[in-house]
């Protein structure tokens, strides 16, 4: 599948970078976050039915992260992460009720600020690679739930800050947003990074 080979060449390019930060000077970290957000989705995306409208639907959805990271001392950074995102249902129509599952690996570029007394910036763009699956559940028609997907490659924007609650410890709020073929995706989340090695 399409998605899983571009998740397998997402990794081994990080591989490869890694490979070639290793002597320079920063500190490699591991991050976690939890959250919610927003998949603004269009229906006809995925059904083609009478019963479904042409319109936006709003779904709230719970976010998860897991990322591994690099951080130079200039503040540049570069990660590898991968999104869960899940709703607890939406309402298409009249006619039909639905889940929303958004899973994501990307590669970001990023800068955290040097800190203004324990607080820095924190902003980062990256290659997406998604896998937006739409579950729809015919009300008046009881009977085996359809999933339907789509998967593609958008821009992920993300913003925010940190807070350094020690020596290597990153407790972090960011705001984040994506683009996809289907309709927007956005979060917030709050964030724990650790970073290994010496701190600052």
């Not at 990322?67 to 503040?75: H, I, R």
């Not at 690679?129 to 924007?157: A, F, K």
């Given at each position: 599948m399409l998605i899983k080979r571009n998740r397998f060449f997402s990794a081994l390019l990080l591989t490869g970078l890694g490979a070639n930060v290793a002597h320079a000077d920063g500190q490699f970290y591991l991050g976690f976050g939890l959250g919610a957000g927003d998949v603004d989705a269009a229906p006809n995306a995925f059904i083609s039915s009478p019963n479904v409208v042409d319109d936006?639907?709003?779904?709230?959805?719970?976010?998860?992260?897991?990322?591994?990271?690099?951080?130079?001392?200039?503040?540049?950074?570069?990660?590898?992460?991968?999104?869960?995102y899940e709703s607890t249902g939406i309402l298409f129509a009249p006619l039909l009720t639905g889940q929303l599952k958004y899973n994501a690996t990307r590669i970001n570029l990023g800068y955290a600020s040097k800190p203004s007394g324990r607080l820095s910036f924190v902003g980062?763009?990256?290659?997406?690679?998604?896998?937006?699956?739409?579950?729809?559940?015919?009300?008046?028609?009881?009977?085996?739930?359809?999933?339907?997907?789509?998967?593609?490659?958008?821009?992920?924007?993300?913003?925010?800050?940190d807070w350094h609650i020690s020596q290597n410890g990153r407790l972090g709020l960011?705001?984040?947003f994506t683009d996809t073929d289907a309709g927007d995706v956005s979060a917030i989340k709050l964030r724990y990074r650790y970073l290994f090695g010496g701190g600052e």
């Open positions: 936006q639907s709003t779904d709230t959805v719970f976010a998860s992260e897991f990322l591994v990271g690099y951080q130079f001392d200039n503040g540049l950074t570069i990660d590898l992460a991968f999104d869960d980062k763009l990256g290659l997406n690679i998604y896998d937006l699956e739409l579950t729809e559940s015919p009300l008046l028609n009881p009977g085996p739930e359809d999933s339907l997907s789509q998967d593609g490659t958008s821009l992920y924007l993300e913003l925010g800050g960011s705001w984040s």
